[in-house]
């Protein structure tokens, strides 16, 4: 996703100084987006990017902007008074059982209003903390962060949008010029910004150019040194000259989420404000039907995986799930077949009466395998799965 021209050409000369295997170039029904300029094979890595900007946020942060909702400091007045509402409710249950019994049905919802104030507050500090971020920047980079598309600075609502920082017509104008400018870098940080932890975003400049596919041929690896988030974009499946890296903005089958095609194409309307024609997206309808039905049953399966507790039921569902996994290329990040396997591995050792060396080799080469297009032979997980399968080597040596 980006600007014009120019800064495309800009963003094609910066990347070039390290790598030189894609450009940002227009792409028909979609903006920009990042072209391979030779073949690249599984594996290669096309983009080491280091953040311009993190931010810590409420989990909430990105559906307030996109509610459109006013915010200002009565918030904190609702806030203190529903507690004063709790904390009489409690008292009265104590003193007077009978009427307290009945009012405490309400505290359910004055609790859950009360979150949501707080994650409201929360939306306030952490706009201010982005706008200061993007304060301490060169002034070149503001330039390159505000050339970043935005396809968030209209929300969608029923009503006339009221942006959650609006101040009042009477402030001066240094100050309704600053809220402006916040809006307009928080619809920017929601649009093109990388969850890489729990509560944590980054923004990258180079990442953000890399449009979406619900089965994409890259994926990316989020990193942190010393304070500082670092992402790496890999190709997962040959890419011919020409053709468009892409990368998924979803997270498909994490629990609850958006795994068959109207519920993908309903969160990225919703998210991003793009109707997405990938190639999952259109494939004849009796066979995105059938795709609809593997996901579904592969989230059916680990979720009962996580309320199982019988070994042998788990063994058996993971075999299914890693079967499903590969049919559907990892339904868009191969992270989930590395960390399936990863499951795989330490139920098997866990399984009375299993021992089957052979099998926990394939187990390793296959993971061994997407470890190093995913990772890399440098990365953690690909040393750990050598070392599981130096052991198991080592184990069949001495046993022979």
Request: proline letters at 4%; aromatic letters at 10%.
């Amino acid at each position: 996703m980006s600007g014009s021209t120019t800064q495309q050409n800009d963003l094609n000369n910066n990347q070039n100084k390290t790598n030189k295997c894609f450009k940002v170039w227009k792409i028909p029904g979609k903006g920009y987006g990042c072209v391979a300029t030779e073949d690249l094979e599984p594996g290669q890595l096309v983009l080491h990017d280091t953040e311009i900007l993190h931010l810590s946020h409420d989990y909430k942060f990105k559906e307030w902007y996109l509610r459109g909702e006013r915010l200002d400091e009565s918030c904190s007045a609702i806030l203190f008074r529903q507690i004063f509402v709790i904390v009489s409710i409690l008292l009265a249950t104590y003193f007077l059982p009978y009427i307290g019994l009945i009012l405490i049905f309400g505290v359910q919802k004055i609790w859950n209003d009360i979150k949501n104030v707080r994650s409201k507050l929360n939306y306030q500090k952490s706009a201010r903390e982005l706008l200061l971020g993007f304060n301490s920047l060169s002034s070149e980079d503001q330039s390159a962060v505000c050339s970043l598309s935005s396809t968030l600075s209209t929300p969608p609502t029923n009503r006339p949008q009221q942006p959650l920082v609006t101040p009042p017509t009477n402030k001066p104008q240094q100050q309704q010029s600053e809220s402006c400018v916040m809006q307009n870098i928080i619809a920017v940080f929601c649009t093109n910004s990388f969850a890489l932890e729990d509560g944590v975003s980054a923004l990258f400049l180079h990442a953000s150019r890399f449009n979406h596919s619900c089965r994409p041929n890259c994926s990316f690896v989020g990193d942190k040194q010393n304070g500082v988030f670092t992402i790496s974009i890999r190709v997962t499946w040959r890419v011919r000259r020409g053709e468009e890296l892409t990368i998924s903005y979803l997270d498909s089958l994490d629990e609850g989420g958006p795994c068959t095609t109207q519920d993908r194409h309903r969160y990225l309307k919703w998210g991003y404000r793009f109707a997405c024609n990938c190639t999952d997206c259109t494939m004849p309808k009796i066979e995105r039907y059938r795709t609809d039905a593997k996901k579904q049953k592969l989230q059916q399966l680990m979720d009962e995986w996580r309320t199982s507790n019988n070994l042998q039921l788990d063994w058996k569902n993971i075999k299914e799930q890693l079967i499903l996994l590969v049919q559907l290329y990892g339904c868009g990040k191969p992270e989930y077949i590395v960390s399936t396997l990863d499951i795989a591995w330490n139920t098997y050792q866990k399984v009375d009466g299993e021992d089957d060396i052979e099998l926990e080799k394939v187990l390793a080469y296959i993971a061994l395998h997407w470890c190093n297009i995913i990772y890399s032979s440098e990365h953690t997980n690909f040393k750990l799965w050598t070392e599981r399968l130096q052991n198991l080597n080592n184990d069949q040596e001495f046993m022979s």
